[in-house]
């Protein structure tokens, strides 16, 4: 039976306390960044175990800002997966850097360890992994490759909020990176609408982050011995307007307080989805690896479009017909015009993310999707051949 609502491959859910958070603020005398900017911060401090955490307008402009902090050359090179939002690459683009890309893990879909040692050059300075789906990459092994050799690692954990690493301790305590960034975009596991945060434990970064995010402004009067008086400002730096507004933190601040509970539901539904599609042969599910707790912000299935003799084009609209929205995460950015136009990218040098961009699917998954929900979706891909 089709649902009587349209089930998207994810959604935000919103209850009537983060609701009262933001009208509370809409009643203050804060809109823009203010006390709860500080609060949302603080909460993300304690929650990740980071030293210190800036939000920003949107998870782009938090790697953004990131690379920005540590001030490369221009010219010099930075590595990332292929496999992820543009918004990784891009962020190296916009601060001059040459984008390098690295093939993924055919398993975990995460960055290739081992290729990436093999990609570093005298020009590295930067590596973006992507804890994509929210599934982390081993950061012990990754930071002993970049270790001494003058390369940062930034976290992009968009995806993984809420994810645990192999010891257990949790994404963005920026145990083996400089910094880690997250999004708050509406399908992302928690929303402030558009919203995103860096967190770090080193002190300079955080300084420089937060004069970043506002015009490069800064209290501190570095150029002059005596302060001339309370309005007085310097810009040290060519800075941005990255900042959040209190009324997007009131609702971070309330949806954070359920994070844990949406992974949890997240959880179950993966669960409730694994095991019959285990027993497909032309579907495979996603694999954790052992020991990390993924707080599975996408549900990603390969698809054998070959022997089912169907298109994902069809596919997607046959569960399209039936209510089921469906997407594909991503489209390897070495194969953007932007990117092919601009750097000479072969695609025959990634041939385990073109088998993964020719297989995925994601299917719906959000903590609102109701055990019925899923079972319809069973049924619909089972029906698929
Ligand atoms: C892996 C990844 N990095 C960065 C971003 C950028 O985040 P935002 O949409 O908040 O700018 C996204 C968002 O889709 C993402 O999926």
Request: with cysteine.
């Amino acid at each position: 039976m089709t649902p009587n609502k349209f089930l998207n491959y994810g959604r935000q859910f919103i209850d009537d306390d983060d609701i009262q958070c933001v009208v509370e603020t809409l009643r203050s005398n804060f809109l823009t960044q203010g006390p709860k900017v500080r609060e949302f911060e603080e909460a993300l401090c304690d929650y990740t175990e980071a030293k210190y955490c800036v939000c920003v307008a949107n998870g782009t402009a938090a790697l953004h800002l990131s690379v920005a902090a540590l001030e490369i050359e221009k010219g010099m090179e930075g590595i990332t997966s292929p496999i992820t939002f543009m918004a990784s690459s891009n962020s190296l683009v916009y601060n001059g850097l040459i984008p390098r890309f690295v093939d993924i893990d055919p398993k975990t879909y995460l960055i290739d360890i081992k290729k990436t040692e093999n990609t570093l050059t005298d020009k590295t300075r930067v590596i973006i992994p992507v804890h994509f789906t929210g599934q982390p990459v081993d950061m012990e092994k990754l930071s002993d490759i970049a270790k001494n050799r003058n390369v940062h690692i930034i976290e992009d954990a968009a995806h993984a909020i809420g994810s645990k690493y192999l010891d257990g301790t949790r994404v963005g305590n920026c145990q083996h990176s400089s910094m880690t960034i997250f999004s708050f975009h509406p399908v992302k596991t928690i929303t402030t609408g558009e919203g995103g945060a860096i967190t770090t434990n080193d002190e300079t970064l955080y300084q420089k982050l937060l004069e970043l995010r506002s015009h490069g402004i800064t209290k501190a009067t570095n150029k002059l011995t005596t302060n001339p008086g309370p309005w007085y400002h310097e810009m040290h730096m060519l800075g941005f307007n990255y900042r959040l507004t209190d009324i997007q933190a009131a609702l971070g601040k309330s949806q954070l307080k359920k994070l844990d509970e949406f992974i949890k539901r997240r959880r179950e539904i993966v669960a409730k989805y694994n095991e019959p599609f285990r027993k497909i042969e032309w579907l495979a599910t996603p694999y954790e690896q052992d020991n990390v707790y993924s707080a599975f912000h996408l549900y990603v299935v390969q698809i054998n479009f070959e022997l089912i003799k169907k298109s994902r084009k069809q596919v997607m609209e046959i569960l399209f017909e039936k209510g089921i929205g469906t997407q594909v995460h991503y489209i390897p950015v070495y194969r953007q015009p932007y990117y092919q136009d601009n750097y000479s990218l072969n695609i025959n040098e990634y041939p385990k993310s073109e088998h993964y961009y020719n297989q995925c699917l994601s299917l719906p998954l959000y903590p609102d999707l109701k055990d019925e929900d899923v079972d319809y979706i069973i049924q619909s891909i089972k029906e698929l051949f």
